[in-house]
């Protein structure tokens, strides 16, 4: 199995929160079932960058044998506004609310919420993120039995069926009732013109 394979087919639900509609994974519980699923993970927690206009943003990669995936993501209050190194205020139609400044609280917490999001790039959780309910496991396809085909006989049981069912459709394109019939019966070129001509 690959790595997203073995990640992916991993049922979170048991581990996870949900605050403001938005589902929370616990980061070390996450870590844990990486390790035990891919020992030779390791991750780097980025620099945390800071622009005036939209505040901090935070940055992780993960290296699973030997795949580098990189994540970021915004420190946000709870009604997901971005913090900034000072509190404001920005208008909503029930009036104003304020962002209070970003603590360290709140980067390492979005660090370690990044390093999640990272681990779901990699299969961990990631129906989560596309709004499933549960983890996509994959079946094994079943092999394709070919349906055996009757031999269509003259004078037969199924012949005399044929000969009825053609009766009653007098008139029809020949080459869709040939069709149709042959999806049920192996009909030879002999039966296919004495069909067409019962149907003229």
Same mark, same amino acid.
């Given at each position: ?47 945390t960058t800071y622009d005036e ?19 970021? &993501?915004?420190?946000? =209050? ?6 900034? $190194? #000072?509190?404001? /205020? ?51 396809p079943q092999p394709i039995v ?5 031999? &269509?006989?003259?004078? =037969? ?6 000969? $009825? #069912?053609?009766? /009653? ?27 067409t001509s019962l149907l003229s």
């Open positions: 199995m690959t790595t997203f394979e073995k990640l992916s087919a991993i049922n979170v639900n048991d581990h996870i929160e949900k605050k403001n509609n938005l589902t929370y994974l616990s980061w070390a519980w996450a870590w844990a079932e990486v390790k035990k699923a891919c020992p030779d993970a390791t991750y780097k927690i980025g620099e206009v939209l505040g901090f943003m935070c940055h992780s990669s993960v290296i699973i044998e030997g795949e580098t995936l990189d994540m970021w &993501l915004p420190v946000m =209050d709870g009604a997901n506004q971005s913090m900034k $190194k #000072y509190s404001y /205020e920005y208008a909503t139609r029930y009036g104003n609310k304020v962002v209070a400044a970003a603590t360290t609280f709140d980067i390492n917490k979005t660090m370690m919420r990044c390093l999640v999001k990272n681990l779901a790039m990699f299969g961990l959780g990631l129906y989560i993120y596309a709004g499933e309910d549960l983890p996509e496991v994959t079946e094994t070919p349906i055996e085909l009757k031999e &269509l006989k003259k004078g =037969d049981e199924n012949w005399i069926k044929v000969v $009825k #069912y053609v009766t /009653e459709n007098k008139g029809a394109d020949s080459s869709v009732i040939i069709q149709q019939l042959s999806r049920k019966y192996k009909v030879s070129t002999a039966l296919k013109k004495e069909i």
